[in-house]
């Protein structure tokens, strides 16, 4: 595997139309041609017939787009995928409700990357604080999509977006291979543990504006997960960092941070 064969993924909950939207796409769209990932995963999009965030993120980057969501109204957003790569093929699956109102589900993008297919998930699960139970049914369910839309002759997917879930949570460990949760366990990387700063990494901060009212802790719930390295030691995390971390005069992107990766494939 040579230095070259690299790929940056970023990911960032856009927070939909929250806050001063149209001053905020600028910083986000100003983010993404400065840091110039090759696939993004959003989470929180709108996606309507006058109205589409993920092309107004998109527009002029070079980046295609793919989206998805349920189609249920009580949270009309969706998950967004964009690929500096022809996209190849998607789909969409929703995620258990466990009971609750959530409509989650994860985006899936096969890319046709340089390096051969690769899979992308965006996701978003339940985001109360005490709907682990729920998270938990979420995690297996995004495993169980992997497994069918991926083939061993793929590239390692990825998967990133807003787990709403602390690394210390029972969903986080199950996909970093440290619980089964009563069943076969599974394994991906969690590339800020792997390849971050060594902070707490945190990505819902009360430093930032938009983060502050809802009163919640600091902590990291946003993140770049990916399946490997195979046998052939692909998707290797080589470097991770926090990316809209700071405003932009006094707008931030997002109530969230995002998270940066680069994989080696």
């Known amino acids: ?47 309507l017939p006058d109205f589409d965030q993920g092309r107004l993120i998109a527009e002029g980057l070079g980046y295609e787009v793919a989206f998805g969501r349920d189609g249920d109204d009580h949270y009309p ?26 409509n989650r589900v994860v985006t899936f993008a096969s890319l046709d990357t340089p390096f051969g297919a ?14 682990g139970h729920v998270r938990v049914q979420q995690v297996r369910e995004l495993v169980a999509f992997i497994d069918h839309e991926t083939t061993e002759s793929d590239l390692p997917a ?15 460990r199950y996909l ?3 619980t089964g949760l009563g069943g076969e366990c599974v394994y991906f990387c969690d590339c800020w543990a792997a390849a971050g700063d060594g902070s707490a990494g945190s990505t819902f901060v009360r430093h930032n504006a938009y983060a502050r009212n809802d009163h919640e802790p600091n902590r990291r719930i946003d993140y770049v997960f ?13 470097q991770c960092s926090l990316a809209f971390d700071a405003p932009y005069g ?16």
């Open 77 to 102: 957003f969706g998950n967004a995928i964009l690929s500096r790569w022809p996209i190849a093929r998607t789909a969409v699956r929703p995620l258990p409700r466990g009971g609750t109102d959530e």
């Open 226 to 238: 990916v399946r490997g390295p195979n046998e052939r030691l692909e998707g290797v995390a080589r």
């Open 158 to 172: 990825v998967l990133a977006g807003d787990f709403n879930a602390e690394p210390e949570s029972d969903e986080i």
């Open 176 to 178: 970093r291979g440290l």
């Open 118 to 131: 690769l899979p992308v998930f965006s996701t978003h699960l339940n985001w109360k604080l005490h709907q």
């Open 250 to 265: 006094d707008v931030w992107a997002s109530d969230h941070l995002g998270v940066l990766a680069e994989i080696g494939v």
């Open 1 to 47: 595997m040579s230095a070259a064969r690299t790929l940056k993924v970023l990911t960032l909950n856009i927070w939909n139309r929250g806050g001063p939207w149209e001053e905020r796409l600028q910083v986000i769209r100003a983010g993404l041609a400065a840091m110039r990932p090759d696939v993004v995963c959003l989470q929180e999009v709108l996606c």
